[in-house]
């Protein structure tokens, strides 16, 4: 075995303990890294922002849903406000046609008015009888007495007799189907209720007719 001095052994060992101290600073350091991958605070607010990002998602999604819900809602009401709106008038004026029908049916000078009124009275209580079905499948209420407007129209055919008289209730019935026409004619076009729409399309026609006829026989009286 070779002799070593006391200063060439302190050497050795110096450098031996200073290679130690390197493995141990690495191998200590390794697993400070790995601990710190394990819980750095980075990992979970990752995680955590893209939970907040979907909540926040699910909270848009739900939001826009009761949203859509809503719209949907507001415009079945609108809807439905418009057909029920015809369907009142529609009623408010079949109505009007039967009472003054009846009332013509009796005191009209001129046969063929008398026929006329006779028509009215046939056909507008077949389409009332007709629209209180419909309107009872919609839950809708009918009005059941008339409004100022066509009672106004009564009182003062009321007032009146003879050929006075047939002039006054030709010239309310041409006025009266004309605006019922223009109104059955735009729910048939327009109208969002499937059933309703195309109870205004089939009854059109003969609203159609009777408006030729009375102005037929207005035509005669001038």
Same mark, same amino acid.
């Given at each position: 075995?070779?002799? #070593?001095t006391?200063g060439?052994?302190?050497?050795?060992?110096?450098?031996? =303990? #200073? /290679?130690?101290?390197?493995?141990?600073?690495? /191998?200590?350091?390794?697993?400070?890294?790995?601990?710190?991958? &394990?819980?750095?605070?980075?990992?979970?607010?990752?995680?955590?922002?893209?939970?907040? &990002?979907n909540?926040?998602? =699910?909270?848009?999604? !739900?939001?826009?849903?009761?949203?859509?819900?809503?719209e949907?809602?507001?415009?079945?009401?609108? *809807?439905?406000?418009g057909d *029920?709106? #015809?369907?009142?008038?529609? &009623?408010?004026? =079949?109505?009007?046609?039967?009472?003054?029908?009846?009332?013509? &049916?009796?005191k009209?000078?001129?046969?063929?008015?008398?026929? /006329?009124?006779?028509?009215?009275?046939?056909?507008?209580?077949?389409?009332?009888?007709?629209?209180? !079905?419909?309107a009872?499948?919609?839950? #809708?209420?009918?009005?059941v007495?008339?409004?100022?407007?066509h009672?106004? !129209?009564?009182d003062?055919?009321?007032?009146?007799s003879g050929?006075?008289?047939?002039?006054?209730?030709?010239e309310?019935?041409?006025?009266?189907?004309?605006e *019922?026409?223009?109104? /059955?004619?735009s729910?048939?076009?327009?109208?969002?209720?499937?059933?309703v729409? =195309?109870w205004?399309?089939k009854?059109?026609?003969?609203?159609?007719?009777?408006?030729e006829?009375i102005?037929?026989?207005q035509?005669?009286?001038?």
């Open positions: 075995m070779p002799a #070593f006391l060439e052994i302190m050497r050795k060992r110096l450098t031996i =303990g #200073f /290679f130690i101290g390197l493995l141990a600073v690495a /191998f200590f350091g390794c697993n400070e890294n790995n601990s710190s991958d &394990a819980t750095s605070p980075n990992r979970p607010q990752a995680n955590m922002n893209t939970r907040g &990002a909540q926040i998602d =699910g909270n848009s999604n !739900v939001d826009l849903s009761r949203m859509n819900s809503n949907m809602s507001n415009n079945k009401a609108a *809807t439905m406000m *029920t709106d #015809f369907m009142t008038k529609a &009623a408010q004026g =079949g109505m009007a046609e039967v009472e003054i029908g009846k009332l013509a &049916a009796t009209a000078q001129s046969p063929e008015v008398r026929q /006329f009124a006779q028509k009215m009275v046939a056909d507008h209580t077949k389409a009332n009888d007709e629209l209180k !079905v419909l009872g499948e919609k839950n #809708f209420s009918m009005p007495r008339l409004n100022a407007k009672q106004s !129209v009564i003062r055919l009321n007032g009146l050929a006075e008289f047939d002039k006054a209730y030709v309310a019935m041409v006025a009266d189907h004309e *019922t026409v223009a109104l /059955f004619k729910e048939a076009e327009v109208g969002k209720d499937a059933d729409k =195309g205004a399309g009854t059109l026609p003969n609203l159609q007719m009777h408006l006829m102005k037929g026989i035509s005669k009286m001038k």
